[in-house]
């Protein structure tokens, strides 16, 4: 089975400041992409970030970049110089059986 | 352009009736799916559509039926509405075998339909 945990629940951060997201994942696949998707209240799912599995440098856009960890299991998510606009839930997902797993989620709260 | 849409975004509906919630993608995406978020906001896959034909079938109720008549629409037919029915609704797609990059598996959401079982 494969699982995708978010052990924050909610987080807050400054205006241009720095927050990290955590996410753990746990499959038996040696194949599998990771991503992290951003729920504003519009609730339109919107893809930040990608990272395939067999890669081992970490991908990056533009503020976005992950911290992957493959033998940890460890995905998280770093977000720099903050903006009002990144308001949202963000979903940790997992695909390796041609179907997204993911996690609970993690509300961030940017405030001015 | 919208790359994937829903029809309807809201359907407010009586228990026991039924409904469709349409799908299309113009992305030229082989493979479609529909995910079910609910209360909580946990968003859970429940089926898989690869060219037409059903490759996911996540152990939904058969009352929820999908249904490609193209490679391009994925539409979600539910039947005899139940209370626990009410959520939020995706379709998403992705590239599928045709990707000539390695963004297979990278799947594109739709806006969302919200169903509200009365």
């Known amino acids: 089975a494969q699982t995708v945990t978010q052990s924050q629940p909610e987080m807050s951060v400054q205006e241009a400041e720095t927050v990290t997201l955590s996410c753990t994942y746990d499959t038996s696949e040696n194949n599998y992409y990771l991503f992290w998707y951003k729920q504003p209240p519009s609730r339109q799912m919107i893809l930040v970030i990608r990272?395939?599995?067999?890669?081992?440098q970490n991908a990056t856009e533009n503020r976005f970049s992950v911290n992957f960890q493959k033998a940890a299991k460890s995905f998280s998510l770093k977000i720099s110089d903050s903006q009002l606009g990144d308001t949202a839930m963000y979903f940790c997902?997992?695909?390796?059986?041609?179907?997204?797993?993911f996690g609970a989620g993690t509300i961030l709260r940017v405030k001015s | 352009d919208t790359a994937v849409s829903q029809t309807p975004k809201y359907l407010v509906t009586q228990m026991g009736n039924d409904k469709s919630i349409k799908c299309e993608q113009n992305l030229g995406h082989d493979t479609m799916y529909w995910y079910k978020q609910d209360s909580k906001k946990f968003l859970k896959i429940m089926f898989s559509y690869n060219n037409k034909e059903l490759i996911i079938n996540e152990t939904v109720p058969n009352r929820f039926s999908p249904k490609s008549p193209d490679k391009a629409h994925l539409n979600l037919h539910i039947n005899s509405l139940e209370l626990g029915d009410s959520a939020v609704y995706f379709c998403a797609s992705s590239p599928g075998e045709t990707s000539e990059d390695s963004s297979t598996d990278t799947q594109y959401f739709g806006p969302g339909t919200r169903l509200t079982v009365l």
């Open positions: 997902a997992l695909d390796s059986t041609l179907k997204l797993v």
């Open positions: 990272q395939e599995a067999y890669k081992q």
